[in-house]
């Protein structure tokens, strides 16, 4: 096993596209510029066998790329290289359009909440800040996730500790300690997944916006939700896996769930799925 080769200078810009039209709102200043990312090559094995063998996948810089496939084919493992939490092999090649190295830059937000039992609501929200012993930083941030967790409805349990919550509530806290940290890069699995079918629709409008000018992959297994919030969208499939052609829809981030263009692409990205999972990428 090998870390991923980082970020070398002076990488070409013809790597990164840029032909996707912006969206009217705006990043939030103070923001660093997000990067575009590349990854090429890239090759994990599990026990011999191999979970991808020269994938490719570029995130343009301040879009949302969202990611499908089916259980198992390798999204979370996918995220987890990106965020440098499982070393590819040896070719596997990451670089940024910058060409500053990723660390620091990269909010997580795991599959499962990680959400730490001794610690209440707001103190989970602002694990971040607390863990790097920062008190200017973590003082901002209980500003930031205090209003942030009465956005997503918790606003009257700052002091409830995660096992007095619903699965539900765990992922809105686990969204919020994301977005708390405020950066460039944004890795999301599966964010939205605990969530009735309302809540979904009014957390995925709140993440749009405090998304905006950030460069995000975000997992789901929710056609929808990536027709309402993808710049771009690719369908994972095979195995080794590959990804298929990206999906480009129209229009600002976050769509309408009843526009006829999102239920087109909803449409589309159920029939790559189905494909997906009867045999490969198409
Ligand atoms: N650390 C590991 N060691 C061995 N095998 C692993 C490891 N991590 C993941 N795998 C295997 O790699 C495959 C892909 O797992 P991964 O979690 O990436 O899938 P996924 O697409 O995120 O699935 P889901 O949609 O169910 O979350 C699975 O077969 C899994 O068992
Ligand atoms: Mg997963």
């Known amino acids: 096993m090998s870390s991923i ?15 996707l039209a ?7 200043t103070g923001l660093p510029a997000a990067p575009a990312i590349r990854l090429s090559a890239a090759r994990v094995l599990f026990e011999g066998t191999a979970l991808f063998d020269g994938l490719t996948l570029v995130l343009p810089a301040g879009r949302t790329t969202c990611l499908l496939g089916p259980s198992g084919v390798g999204k979370t493992s996918l995220l987890r290289m990106i965020a440098g939490l499982l070393a ?10 910058d060409g500053q190295a990723l660390t620091g830059r990269i909010a997580y937000m795991a599959q499962t909440d990680l959400l730490l ?6 103190g989970n929200a602002t694990l971040g800040p607390r863990l790097r012993g920062d008190a200017a930083a973590r003082a901002q941030a209980r500003q930031r996730a205090t209003a942030l967790l009465q956005d997503v409805g918790l606003g009257d349990r700052l002091t409830a500790r995660p096992d007095a919550l619903s699965g ?22 599966e964010p939205f997944g ?12 709140l993440a749009a916006r405090l998304l905006v000018g950030r460069t995000v992959l975000l997992v789901t297994h929710d056609p929808l939700e990536a027709a309402r919030l993808g710049h771009r969208i690719h369908v994972m499939a ?18 309408a769930a009843t526009d006829p263009g999102v239920l087109a692409t909803q449409a589309e990205l159920l029939r790559r799925l189905a494909d997906a999972t009867a045999g490969g990428a198409s």
């Open 168 to 189: 539900g509530m765990r992922q809105r806290v686990a969204l919020v300690r994301t977005l708390v940290e405020d950066r460039p890069v944004v890795l999301m699995d």
């Open 88 to 97: 590819p092999e040896d070719g596997t090649v990451l670089t940024t359009s």
């Open 22 to 28: 912006r969206d009217a709102g705006t990043a939030p």
């Open 194 to 205: 605990a969530l009735d079918a309302i809540s979904r629709l009014q957390l995925q409008d």
């Open 238 to 255: 095979g195995a080794p896996a590959t990804l298929d052609t990206a999906w480009e829809p129209q229009g600002a981030v976050p769509r």
């Open 117 to 122: 039992p001794w610690l209440d609501v707001l």
């Open 5 to 19: 080769t980082a970020a070398p200078t002076g990488a070409s810009s013809s790597h990164y596209p840029e032909g």
